[in-house]
Structures are given as structure tokens and as C-alpha cells.
């Protein structure tokens, strides 16, 4: 079973602090890494790809890959209020797999 | 900016009643796909379609379900009869070229079986 482990909150950080979330995933061959913000009743919204190991900057965004240990991240500087949401990693092997999500929390 | 769009974007019916779900996938895009995510939970992967043929689909996507592509910009998921566990937010999404590339989700279609 092909999985994608995310902590799922809350995590809670004050405005303008950096916002770290992780994601583990568990098949070696995945080659194509995603993140995604999801708010509440909304559709996911793609913020991040990744491919290759190493760091991927975006503006506030950072995304990390490992692809040795099995892990992405994504940063977020300078987090706003208007980032609080749940953040989604998604790992593409022959179909894209979700995590469940990490819901952040950005307090003013 | 090109965007996918769904109708309905809230869909009420009986269980037992067949439902057809749209999408209009962004125009250049040549690869699509359905998700649900039942509230609460994870998004999971139904289908991908790919050249008027599905390429790829999980074990929710039994015989109750059918995909389609009815003309140039539709693409349309069909569910049979509808059971009660069938609610659920569907997502459409696209992609330009292959699962490499990223896929934009539209904005979801509602369901609610009762």
C-alpha cells in the first residue's frame, strides 16, 4: 500500500514566523512531488512541485526533498493570517496520492 | 487564467439514482481525472483518462462508475446508482502533458445522497 504521511495538526505559528510541514512518503520509485493548500470547502490549489532532490524557492514558498530519506517539506516565510489552511502533500507514482493534510493555523 | 470548471457545484439524489458529474478541463490539457474526498478525509484518486480511453483507476472506481468525454471540452463522470457512502466532494482535475506535470483541481462538485 503506497502511503502518504502527513502530522495532521494543528500546527500554529504567530504572524510572520516560518511555518515548516512535513511529509513522508513510503514508495522509492515516486518521482514527482506536490503540495497543495486546501481551505475549508474549497478545492485543492497546487503551491509547490518538486522533482528533483534539494531545495525549490517560490517567493514565500520553499519546498525540500529527500529523495534518500523519503521526506518533502514546505516552508512557509513570513506567514499571514491568509495562510491558514490545510496544506496537502501529494506524491505521483502511477496515480497522484494524497496525505491526509497538515491544517496551519497563522495567528495575527 | 485558464481554470477547470465543474456543474453542478451541489448535486442532492436519491441513492438508487444515476448522477452525471461535468467538468470543462483547461483547453490545452490533454490529461484528466476524478477525485473524491469524503468530508473529513483524504483526497483519493478515482480515474485518469487519457486519448478517449481510461489510462489508470483505483478500486473505488468499480462498475458504478463511468467516465466519458461526449465532445471536445466535457468531461463527464457517471455513477450508476447512487449508494448513501457516494457523498462526497468530486474533483476534476487537468494536466498539459503526463502525470509529471501538475494538476489543477476545479472547484469541486458537491454530492449529497439521500
Known amino acids: 500500500q503506497k502511503e502518504v504521511e502527513q502530522n495532521s495538526g494543528p500546527l500554529s505559528v504567530p504572524e510572520g514566523a516560518i511555518a515548516s510541514l512535513n511529509c513522508t512518503y513510503s514508495?522509492?520509485?515516486?518521482?514527482?512531488f506536490f503540495w497543495y493548500r486546501q481551505y475549508s470547502g474549497k478545492s485543492p490549489e497546487l503551491i509547490m512541485s518538486?522533482?528533483?532532490?534539494g531545495d525549490k524557492e517560490d517567493g514565500r514558498f520553499t519546498a525540500q526533498l529527500n529523495k534518500a530519506s523519503q521526506y518533502v517539506s514546505l516552508l512557509i516565510r513570513d506567514s499571514q493570517p491568509s495562510d491558514s489552511a490545510t496544506y496537502l502533500c501529494?506524491?505521483?507514482?502511477?496515480?497522484?496520492?494524497f496525505g491526509t493534510g497538515t491544517r496551519l493555523q497563522v495567528f495575527p | 487564467e485558464p481554470e477547470v470548471t465543474q456543474t453542478p457545484s451541489h448535486q442532492v439524489t436519491q441513492m438508487g439514482q444515476e448522477v452525471i458529474l461535468r467538468c470543462v478541463p483547461i483547453s490545452n490539457h490533454l490529461y484528466f481525472y476524478w477525485y473524491r474526498q469524503i468530508l473529513g478525509q483524504k483526497v483519493e484518486f478515482l480515474v485518469s483518462f487519457y486519448n478517449n480511453e481510461i489510462s489508470e483507476k483505483s478500486e473505488i472506481f468499480d462498475d458504478q462508475f463511468s467516465v466519458e468525454r461526449p465532445d471536445g471540452s466535457n468531461f463527464t463522470l457517471k455513477i450508476r446508482s447512487t449508494k448513501l457512502e457516494d457523498s462526497a466532494m468530486y474533483f476534476c482535475?487537468?494536466?498539459?502533458?503526463?502525470?509529471?506535470?501538475?494538476?489543477?483541481f476545479g472547484p469541486g462538485t458537491r454530492l449529497t445522497v439521500t
Open positions: 514508495d522509492r520509485v515516486s518521482q514527482s
Open positions: 482535475a487537468s494536466t498539459e502533458v503526463g502525470d509529471r506535470y501538475e494538476q489543477y
Open positions: 518538486i522533482y528533483s532532490n
Open positions: 501529494a506524491v505521483m507514482t502511477d496515480k497522484l496520492i
